[in-house]
């Protein structure tokens, strides 16, 4: 607690679920949190039920998929702090559907806003950590990386995660910059509320946890990532899943 006082920090995705709580967790650990979420509306709701306890954050609108929008609020952000420090990558959506059958729109928009929303961030705030010779960079990834029934479009994305965060990792560690990233299994969200019970119980029998997880034991693994404590740690992805195994 209070490890990141002074530090500035951006969480996309943040209106709800893992992102409301990982903003939340580093508001307690005394950052100043930029959120950003494409919902406006329920964003500023949630800034203000995290300011109660927090003060330190700022709602911003935000679609991490469409790069004007990205270049502009960044700027915004270096215009308002000077500086960014740490940056979660962790707005994300499915449109599952077997590949078979899968449209263009469908595959299009995930990689749009999972994978290329991460070629936008992360060109904003790299070559500033490079000067400034500090960041965190922690990416949301997924236990569907390793591909998973219906997830094609989804699968593929949070693969690429893993690909462009070991390749960050590699590319800025020379400047003290780490790049890592988290794989949820099952996780106790609006994205998970309306699978069929059927698939909800197939992957809690597959977690040895035996239960889905709570987006605030996602958020502490990413604090820990995202703060001093994990200094020596680029380059990896922690999977947090209850021991999920993988099929
Ligand atoms: P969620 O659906 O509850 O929240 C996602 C948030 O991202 C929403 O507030 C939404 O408005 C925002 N968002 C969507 N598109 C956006 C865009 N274009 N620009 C800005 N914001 C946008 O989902 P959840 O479960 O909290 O997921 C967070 C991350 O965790 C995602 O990357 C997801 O893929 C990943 N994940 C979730 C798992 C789960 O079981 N819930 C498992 C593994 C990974």
């Not at 964003?43 to 203000?48: C, D, G, N, P, V």
């Not at 904003?124 to 965190?136: E, F």
């Not at 309306?194 to 029998?205: I, N, Q, R, S």
Request: proline fraction near 3%.
């Amino acid at each position: 607690m209070g490890n990141l006082v002074g530090k500035i920090a951006v969480v996309t995705g943040a209106a709800q679920g893992i992102g409301e709580k990982i903003a939340a967790r580093l508001l307690d650990d005394g950052a100043t949190v930029v959120i950003l979420d494409v919902n406006f509306e329920k964003l500023e709701r949630t800034a203000s039920v995290l300011g109660d306890s927090g003060e330190n954050v700022y709602p911003m609108k935000c679609n991490v998929a469409d790069s004007e929008d990205v270049s502009k609020t960044f700027s915004a952000i270096y215009g308002k702090f000077g500086k960014v420090d740490i940056l979660i990558n962790n707005a994300g959506i499915t449109r599952d559907s077997f590949f078979h059958k899968m449209t263009p729109e469908q595959w299009h928009s995930v990689l749009d806003v999972n994978l290329n929303s991460m070629f936008y961030t992360c060109q904003a705030v790299i070559p500033h950590m490079r000067t400034q010779q500090y960041g965190k960079i922690v990416n949301v990834s997924s236990s569907s990386s390793w591909g998973n029934l219906g997830q094609g479009n989804y699968s593929a994305s949070k693969a690429g995660v893993l690909g462009l965060t070991r390749t960050l990792a590699k590319e800025n560690g020379s400047k003290q910059i780490t790049v890592n990233a988290v794989a949820p299994g099952q996780i106790n969200t609006d994205m998970t509320k309306d699978l069929p019970d059927d698939v909800k119980k197939m992957a809690t029998m597959l977690t040895p946890a035996g239960r889905m997880g709570d987006p605030a034991e996602v958020a502490s693994v990413v604090a820990f990532l995202a703060s001093d404590d994990s200094s020596f740690v680029n380059g990896e992805c922690i999977s947090v899943s209850g021991g999920f195994l993988i099929v």
